[in-house]
């Protein structure tokens, strides 16, 4: 019985299906089952790619996968990959190899972002509605990629289609999306247009792509706030709540075959806000006398990114192209908080008042402007990329201002600021490198990049060496290898696992050096059928001049700098990770494993973590398995799954008591940091799909112009941890008992989407 399930599975592989998509938008134009052959694009891990330690994860995959909340999510996605780990269950943080959540390298269409997450770290701040690639780098480091020690992922945005206009919206159980990318015509194309048969060959110059996306928790939230303030507040009121939006576009025009202009934005923030007031008066039961109190309070949050990015392009021959490159970025948080209190005391003919007023604004800052130059020059046997660019960072990690007057029995007025100043880091860089390929069997890729980091007069010289080869030692095996060397000028201080205020961005200084890490992978690579990728690496990484707070230290407090809260040490990490992945056809997904260990050690006089001993980072985990697939039973309905397996993440736990006979009490005792190994994590994802075409068989347009020639609506219907698995989210002791937090039981959603 077995075999005869195994040839249909085997079956259901070698079948060929191909969703015919367009090739500047992305969206699905049709579908239906053939021999398919692909030409003009080379997977990046495949055989005849130098490149390792490199994966391309699909749009098509990241959208009809299982997501929290039905929200579909892109660094969700790509935690399922081997050698990537998230911070805890439910959030978007990335931890690369070992690597910490700040030494990733996020690209939004070329320009870093800071903060990728919303709803602190539940989801990230991409919107799948209007993502065309993303690629994933954990090691062999092309030398244009800089500033960071662990990863690159690379996300573009889509340019939008130059012949037909898409668009769509979906609304689900946590936000309400709308999306929209076509050509904008001139007067005499559109003339052109309506009066040719085929309009598809009527093209513009000039296309866009517009999204946007907002949450409706506030709106939950407000009938509950409203009957909490009619039970509880005796005539005061409470308005409370949270949301988070996100607005994407993208213009690009064409001059002429050889120039090509784009613009780039992108706008979100997290907005919580909370508004309470009283009016109560409290009677004397023994004469007339009474007291009036008039309190309002308030508090908001604010966190997120504005982005803004010009492209220009122009091809100089056939075989050179350069591209100009200008970027501002802003990132911050405020967090505000007032109070105005009001008295009145009457008793008799005598009346007093007072006044209390207290405010506090405390924000984090920084801002980014970008410009460079690249150029790509291809030949025969050569690949050659090369640039040089100049990056100018204004760091503000801590301002706080403090207001405190009263008016009345004592009068008192406190005006206070405190701030750290503004840094400000100069970054230039060049760097050049070349895939070049002698013979059929052999590539070489090499490269290197030079760059200087000035600081308060301070100035880091870095020179970074890229290396990988391939040898083919068959048509569908190679064995590669790379080393890469990197280097890192700004460094996160968090002491949570969420993306949370209290997260600071801060640079490099004359007491706290760059980091930097070396890195060595070898591995193989073998096309199985030309439809199913196997890939099995080994990596080893050693860093140094890693950051973190101190032995009780944290953000809270604002009378020492943030220099004096961290120590400053060293770490390292290796494992094995093997991936196998299908990207065609009716059954598509791919199974990841790794084996891993990630260490630390903190050393160095004045910042000794754990006694000087080397310990186990908070993130490593023994083993990681993820299974994720996708069928598509028929046109119209597919199914999807994930299965997640991992080691427990770690945690500092006092794991024995003693009795101080001098405080008389109870004390716990820690052997080292991290000491503690969670339960072990998994969870079953499933989703459903459904297509539902508008057009009857035979259409073939559902308007007099046919511009919803392929308009469909989409019902999904996800349920997260499907077998309700009570997975650790954090561990604490209570009542000398060891208990376990869990955050998210089965939890299934439905959403609808329109697109045309």
């Not at 996020?106 to 770290?121: E, F, K, Q, T």
């Not at 230290?553 to 400053?568: D, L, N, P």
């Amino acid at each position: 019985m077995r075999k005869y399930w195994l040839l249909i599975l085997l079956g259901s592989l070698s079948v060929s299906a191909q969703v015919t998509r367009d090739s500047v938008s992305g969206d699905t134009i049709g579908f239906h089952i053939r021999e398919v052959e692909v030409l003009g694009h080379q997977s990046i891990s495949s055989p005849e790619s130098s490149q390792m330690s490199a994966v391309e994860v699909p749009i098509l995959q990241i959208q009809t996968i299982p997501a929290l909340g039905g929200e579909v999510d892109v660094l969700k996605a790509i935690q399922l990959l081997p050698g990537v780990q998230s911070a805890s269950e439910g959030t978007t943080g990335v931890y690369v190899r070992g690597g910490g959540a700040d030494e990733n390298l996020i690209l939004l269409d070329g320009v870093p972002l800071y903060n990728v997450s919303h709803a602190l770290g539940m989801f990230s701040v991409f919107n799948a509605d209007i993502l065309q690639n993303v690629t994933l780098y954990k090691g062999n480091f092309p030398a244009r990629y800089g500033s960071r020690l662990s990863s690159v992922i690379d996300v573009e945005q889509i340019s939008g289609d130059n012949v037909r206009w898409h668009g769509g919206v979906s609304v689900g159980l946590i936000s309400a999306k709308i999306h929209a990318q076509g050509p904008i015509f001139t007067g005499e194309q559109l003339r052109a247009r309506k009066l040719s048969q085929d309009k598809d060959t009527i093209t513009a110059n000039t296309t866009f792509a517009v999204a946007a996306r907002r949450t409706y928790y506030d709106a939950l939230l407000a009938p509950l706030m409203a009957a909490v303030s009619a039970n509880e507040l005796n005539g005061g009121s409470a308005v409370g709540g949270y949301y988070f939006y996100d607005v994407n576009a993208k213009l690009q025009h064409r001059f002429a075959n050889n120039d090509r202009l784009s613009a780039s934005f992108y706008m979100g923030d997290d907005v919580i806000y909370i508004h309470y007031s009283t009016d109560e008066t409290t009677r004397s039961s023994y004469n007339s006398s009474y007291t009036r109190q008039k309190t309002k309070m308030g508090l908001r949050w604010t966190s997120g990114n504005l982005m803004a990015r010009l492209l220009y392009e122009h091809r100089l021959t056939n075989n050179l192209t350069m591209q100009a490159h200008a970027h501002f970025l802003r990132f911050g948080y405020n967090l505000s908080e007032n109070m105005d209190a009001d008295q009145t005391q009457v008793n008799g003919s005598n009346t007093s008042t007072s006044t209390f007023k207290q405010s506090l604004n405390y924000n984090s800052r920084l801002i980014d402007g970008v410009v460079k130059t690249d150029f790509l020059y291809d030949s025969r046997n050569h690949l050659v990329h090369f640039g040089a660019g100049y990056e100018l960072h204004a760091f503000r990690p801590q301002i706080a201002n403090l207001m405190v007057a009263g008016i009345g029995t004592e009068n008192y007025d406190l005006d206070t600021l405190y701030s750290s100043g503004t840094t400000f880091g100069h970054e230039a860089y060049l760097y050049a490198e070349d895939s070049y390929s002698p013979v059929k069997w052999f590539k070489l890729d090499y490269g290197l990049r030079a760059s200087l980091y000035g600081v308060s007069g301070k100035v880091y010289p870095s020179v970074e060496p890229r290396l990988g080869m391939r040898f083919l030692v068959h048509k569908d095996v190679a064995l590669k290898a790379s080393y890469s060397y990197m280097s890192q000028y700004v460094h996160m201080l968090s002491n949570t696992s969420i993306s949370s205020p209290t997260d600071l961005w801060v640079p490099v200084t004359k007491s706290i050096p760059p980091m930097r890490s070396m890195q060595v992978a070898g591995g193989v690579s073998y096309d199985i059928l030309h439809q199913v990728e196997l890939s099995i690496e080994g990596y080893y990484k050693r860093s140094t001049n890693l950051v973190e707070y101190k032995e009780g230290a944290s953000f809270f407090g604002i009378s020492t700098g943030w220099e004096e809260k961290v120590a400053v040490g060293d770490g390292w990490s290796y494992g094995v990770e093997i991936l196998l992945q299908r990207k065609v056809g009716l059954v598509t997904g791919w199974i990841g494993y790794t084996w891993s260990r990630a260490m630390r050690q903190f050393d160095r006089p004045g910042m000794v973590i754990n006694n000087g001993k080397p310990y186990r980072a908070k993130y490593d985990r023994e083993h990681d398995l993820s299974v994720t697939l996708q069928y598509r039973i028929t046109p119209k309905f597919e199914i999807a799954g994930t299965f997640v397996y991992g080691t427990g993440n770690r945690a500092t736990l006092a794991t024995q008591r003693y009795y101080d006979p001098v405080e008389r009490v109870w004390v716990g005792y820690i052997s080292e940091r991290n000491n503690f190994v969670m339960p072990d994590y998994h969870r079953l994802d499933l989703a459903f799909n459904w297509h539902l075409p508008h057009k009857k068989s035979g259409d073939i347009s559902l308007s007099k112009g046919g511009w919803l020639r392929d308009a469909e609506h989409l019902v999904s219907v996800s349920v997260y941890n499907v077998y309700c698995h009570r997975n650790p989210y954090m561990m604490i002791v209570e009542d000398n008992k060891l208990k376990q937090i869990s955050l998210f039981p089965i939890l299934p959603t439905v959403s609808y989407a329109f697109k045309f």
